[in-house]
């Protein structure tokens, strides 16, 4: 089992920047592939950035490609998302998801694939 901890939201103007951290509990951090959602109000959670456990395969959303990076620490049991450009339509709760896998090189892009969540942290960017 693992529990995560979000950080580095705030309140930001836009074409700012914003990094969060994503601290997991445990010893095992490197057997979980890795990701990073949101929700605004409204409307679903959706798919952000994911990477495998390995850090060497991920995958942004198109929404995010080009300002958005996902990177993960596996000495320091952290996943980041470095949020550059950022815009209003960013305006969101992000959360951060682990889900345990056999899969070296596998990443995840659906919310049910993940098990374990991040309480959120807020990120609001003004126009």
């Known amino acids: 089992q693992v529990q995560l901890v979000e950080s580095g939201g705030g309140l930001v103007q836009a074409w700012g920047s914003l990094r969060l951290s994503c601290a997991a509990s445990g010893r095992t951090f490197s057997s979980y592939a890795m990701g990073w959602f949101r929700q605004a109000p409204g409307k679903e959670r959706e798919f952000v950035a994911v990477?495998?456990?390995?850090?060497?395969?991920?995958g942004n959303a198109d929404s995010v490609k080009g300002r958005f990076t996902i990177s993960r620490d596996n000495a320091k049991n952290t996943v980041y998302l470095q949020m550059n450009s950022l815009k209003p339509e960013d305006t969101a709760v992000y959360y951060c998801a682990a889900r345990i896998t056999s899969a070296s090189d596998g990443y995840y892009t659906l919310p049910q694939s993940y098990k374990y969540w991040g309480p959120g942290t807020q990120v609001t960017v003004s126009s």
């Open positions: 990477i495998s456990k390995s850090g060497g395969n991920a």
